[in-house]
C-alpha cells in the first residue's frame, strides 16, 4: 500500500534520540500503513542501529559524512512514496496526533501547494533541564524560519522548488526552502494540534560556544532573502541578544575607562536573560547571575561568527 506521508529525519550517533522518535513514530494515531520513516545517516555511521519498533515502514539511506544538511534532506525526500513529506529531527518526538495533524490540515486546503509548520516544545521529560546555557527550540506559531523540526509539503512541491539548496553548510536551508515556497505561490499553514517535543541539550560554556560558531552560516539566508530582514531588530541583528550583548560589551569598556555610568548599558542585556515567567526569587536571581558571564561569552561568540559570514556574503548583519 502506497504511504499518504513520509517522515523524513537526518540522524548521525544519536541511537538513544532516535529510539526514542522512532518509538513516537510507532505510537501515532494515523495508522502506519498510511505513512513511512526514511532515515537518512551518514555513511560512516552505517553500523549504528536504534531498532525500528514492530510494524513501524522505516528504511535507512546512506548519505556521505561530508554532504550539507541540506543535501542530505534531499536524499531523504526523493526517496519518499508519500504525497506529503514532514520533516523532523533526531532529536524530537512528535505527539500522537502529529501525522494526523499534518494530513487533515493539508486536505483541508485542498491537498495543493502548502508550507506546513506545527508547534515546538521542550520536552516535558526534560524541561526542568532547561537552565543555563542549556537549548532547545520553541516554536509557538508560525516561525518566519521554519524550523525541520516540524515542517511539511508535498513532495510534488518540493520537486518543483528543487528541494533544499545544498550550499547552505552551516545552517538556514530550512528558512531558505521555506521562503522560496511563499515566494513560488505556496500557501502557509499552521496546525495548532501536530505539536512536537525538542530534546534539551545540556551544554557548558565551550560546547555552547563551539555550536554559536555555525551563526557564521546566517548570512546567507539575509542576502538571498532581504524580506526576512523585516523578521530581525532593526534589520541588522539577527537575534535581539547580539543587541544587547554589544551594548553591554561598549558599556563595561565605558566603565573600564572610568565612565562607571557605562554600567547602565549591562541592563538591557540582564533583563534579556532574567526569566520572567518564573517568580522572583533570591534562588533565581543567583541562578541568573551564576550563568549571566557563559551566556554573554557564548553571545559575543554568536555575533563575532555572525559578522564574519557577514562579511564573507557581503550583507550586513550583527
Given at each position: 500500500m502506497v504511504p499518504q506521508v513520509?517522515?523524513?529525519?537526518?540522524?548521525?550517533?544519536?541511537?538513544?534520540?532516535?529510539?526514542?522518535?522512532?518509538?513516537?513514530?510507532?505510537?501515532?494515531?494515523?495508522p502506519t500503513e498510511d505513512f513511512e520513516v526514511i532515515v537518512v545517516r551518514d555513511g560512516d555511521d552505517a553500523e549504528q542501529r536504534a531498532e525500528t519498533p514492530p510494524g513501524l515502514r522505516a528504511r535507512v539511506v546512506l548519505a556521505g559524512p561530508r554532504e550539507s544538511l541540506g543535501a542530505k534532506r534531499n536524499i531523504g525526500w526523493r526517496e519518499a512514496q508519500g504525497s506529503l513529506v514532514a520533516f523532523t529531527d533526531d532529536d524530537c518526538r512528535p505527539s500522537p496526533g502529529w501525522l494526523a495533524e499534518l494530513l487533515s490540515a493539508w486536505e483541508a486546503g485542498g491537498g495543493g501547494d502548502i508550507l506546513l509548520q506545527g508547534p515546538v516544545g521542550a520536552d516535558p521529560d526534560e524541561a526542568h533541564l532547561l537552565t543555563g546555557l542549556s537549548r532547545s527550540l520553541s516554536v509557538a506559531g508560525p516561525s518566519p524560519w521554519f524550523q525541520t523540526a516540524n515542517l511539511a509539503l508535498?513532495?510534488?512541491?518540493?520537486?518543483?522548488?528543487?528541494?533544499?539548496?545544498?550550499?547552505?553548510?552551516?545552517?538556514?536551508?530550512?528558512?531558505?526552502?521555506?521562503?522560496?515556497a511563499l515566494e513560488a505561490g505556496a500557501e502557509p499553514a499552521f496546525a495548532e494540534g501536530a505539536l512536537v517535543h525538542h530534546a534539551v541539550h545540556v551544554a557548558n560554556v565551550w560546547t555552547a560556544s563551539r555550536a554559536a560558531a555555525r551563526a557564521r552560516g546566517a548570512a546567507r539566508v539575509f542576502r538571498r532573502h532581504p524580506r526576512a530582514r523585516r523578521e530581525i531588530p532593526l534589520g541588522l541583528f539577527w537575534k535581539r541578544s547580539h543587541a544587547t550583548a554589544l551594548l553591554a560589551l561598549a558599556g563595561i569598556a565605558a566603565?573600564?575607562?572610568?565612565?562607571?555610568?557605562?554600567?547602565?548599558?549591562?541592563?538591557?542585556?540582564?533583563?534579556?536573560?532574567?526569566?520572567?515567567?518564573?517568580?522572583?526569587?533570591?534562588?533565581?536571581?543567583?541562578?541568573?547571575?551564576?550563568?549571566?558571564?557563559?551566556?554573554?561569552?557564548?553571545?559575543?561568540?554568536?555575533?563575532?561568527a555572525t559578522v564574519r559570514g557577514a562579511v564573507e556574503a557581503r550583507t550586513p548583519l550583527a
Open positions: 513520509t517522515v523524513v529525519v537526518l540522524t548521525r550517533r544519536r541511537e538513544t534520540r532516535l529510539a526514542f522518535l522512532l518509538d513516537a513514530l510507532a505510537a501515532q494515531t494515523l508535498p513532495r510534488a512541491l518540493l520537486e518543483r522548488l528543487g528541494g533544499f539548496d545544498p550550499g547552505f553548510e552551516l545552517m538556514g536551508e530550512d528558512t531558505d526552502l521555506g521562503l522560496r566603565a573600564a575607562g572610568g565612565r562607571r555610568s557605562g554600567l547602565l548599558a549591562l541592563l538591557p542585556y540582564v533583563l534579556d536573560n532574567y526569566d520572567r515567567g518564573r517568580p522572583a526569587s533570591p534562588r533565581h536571581l543567583a541562578a541568573v547571575a551564576a550563568f549571566l558571564p557563559g551566556r554573554f561569552a557564548v553571545d559575543l561568540v554568536e555575533t563575532a
